[in-house]
T-cell receptor, first 112, second 113 residues
Framework: GAGVSQSPSNKVTEKGKDVELRCDPI?????LYWYRQSLGQGLEFLIY????????KSGLPSDRFSAERTGGSVSTLTIQRTQQEDSAVYLC??????????FGPGTRLTVL | QQQVKQSPQSLIVQKGGISIINCAYE??????FPWYQQFPGKGPALLIA?????SEKKEGRFTISFNKSAKQFSLHIMDSQPGDSATYFC????????????FGTGTRLTVIP
């Protein structure tokens, strides 16, 4: 079966522009996570969706960041008014009953 | 504040040698400790995981040693191979929490042929 997919794989944008990053989780997985990986750093938790429950947004670094998950499947992470410090790899993961998180390949965001 | 501290930052090992990566944590609410392997351009992939009720778990050449009292755990890669060259992350998940993982900063392992 297909794993977690993310698009685009690379995104270059200018400072101040908005960007949308997409995640397609593994079919049937009810939990979906967004993480950010900055150069030389570990993964930083951003937001967590579980089924139809309200998302856990405790990791979002500022109100410029938001995410939604439509129909319990595809998720979009939106960054408004991008800043250079937003440059990172954004990783999406999903998990099913077993709880193991399966990661996508990530979207590399570069803000010029 | 880094919830999970990982060392070393980088490691070079000869083929056939043992690679050892160490992690430490403070929060006793953590109850699940996975290790992830990441190759360049790929997302992290689960390698092996342990819960604090056991002191060691082995899967093939990979072993996790867990010291609950010291709040430390380590990954041992036996008979290291060039194909093991990757970045390794330890992580921890909180009991009763949101299920998100707290990651260490990663160890870049290079296995020299």
């Amino acid at each position: 079966g297909a794993g977690v997919s993310q698009s685009p794989s690379n995104k270059v944008t200018e400072k101040g522009k908005d960007v949308e990053l997409r995640c397609d989780p593994i079919s049937g997985h009810t939990a979906l996570y967004w993480y950010r990986q900055s150069l030389g750093q570990g993964l930083e938790f951003l937001i967590y969706f579980q089924g139809n429950s309200a998302p856990d947004k405790s990791g979002l670094p500022s109100d410029r960041f938001s995410a939604e998950r439509t129909g319990g499947s595809v998720s979009t992470l939106t960054i408004q008014r991008t800043q250079q410090e937003d440059s990172a790899v954004y990783l999406c993961a999903s998990s099913g009953r077993g709880g193991e998180q399966f990661f996508g390949p990530g979207t590399r965001l570069t803000v010029l | 504040q880094q919830q999970v501290k990982q060392s070393p930052q980088s490691l070079i090992v000869q083929k056939g040698g043992i690679s050892i990566i160490n992690c430490a944590y403070e929060n006793t609410a953590f109850d699940y400790f996975p290790w992830y392997q990441q190759f360049p351009g790929k997302g992290p992939a689960l390698l092996i995981a342990i819960r604090p009720d056991v002191s060691e778990k082995k899967e093939g050449r990979f072993t996790i040693s867990f010291n609950k009292s010291a709040k430390q755990f380590s990954l041992h890669i036996m008979d290291s191979q060039p194909g093991d060259s990757a970045t390794y992350f330890c992580a921890a998940r909180m009991r009763g929490g949101a299920n998100n993982l707290f990651f260490g900063t990663g160890t870049r392992l290079t296995v020299i042929p």
